[in-house]
Nanobody, 118 residues
Framework: QVQLVESGGGLVQPGGSLRLSCAAS????????MGWYRQAPGKQRELVAHITSGGTTNYADSVKGRFTISRDNAKNTVYLQMNSLRSEDTAVYYCCAARFNIAVVDYWGQGTQVTVSS
């Protein structure tokens, strides 16, 4: 049973923008912390941003001021708006859900490729 469905990746030029979406089941969306990790080739997966069920957000230093995570409770969907994209943002982005601690992920999305290149 698929719990998290991602969309929105693609190819964008440096300085451009993309918005990722992650649709979740209602139970997960209501009770879980939602977040985005990314993994670049040859690197470890890193936490990019996360948001609690109450709407509190947290960001990696590398994306602060450029990325915004948000949630639409009516659509059970979490978004990652990515602006001022850089080549180093190139990675596979994974939506995730964690019941208590975002470092201990209970559910993963399938991943979506984001490529920043001219």
């Amino acid at each position: 049973q698929v719990q998290l469905v991602e969309s929105g990746g693609g190819l964008v030029q440096p300085g451009g923008s993309l918005r990722l979406s992650c649709a979740a089941s209602e139970v997960i969306f209501t009770f879980y912390r939602m977040g985005w990790y990314r993994q670049a080739p040859g690197k470890q997966r890193e936490l990019v941003a996360h948001i609690t069920s109450g709407g509190t957000t947290n960001y990696a230093d590398s994306v602060k001021g450029r990325f915004t995570i948000s949630r639409d409770n009516a659509k059970n969907t979490v978004y990652l708006q990515m602006n001022s994209l850089r080549s180093e943002d190139t990675a596979v982005y994974y939506c995730c859900a964690a019941r208590f601690n975002i470092a201990v992920v209970d559910y993963w999305g399938q991943g979506t490729q984001v490529t920043v290149s001219s």
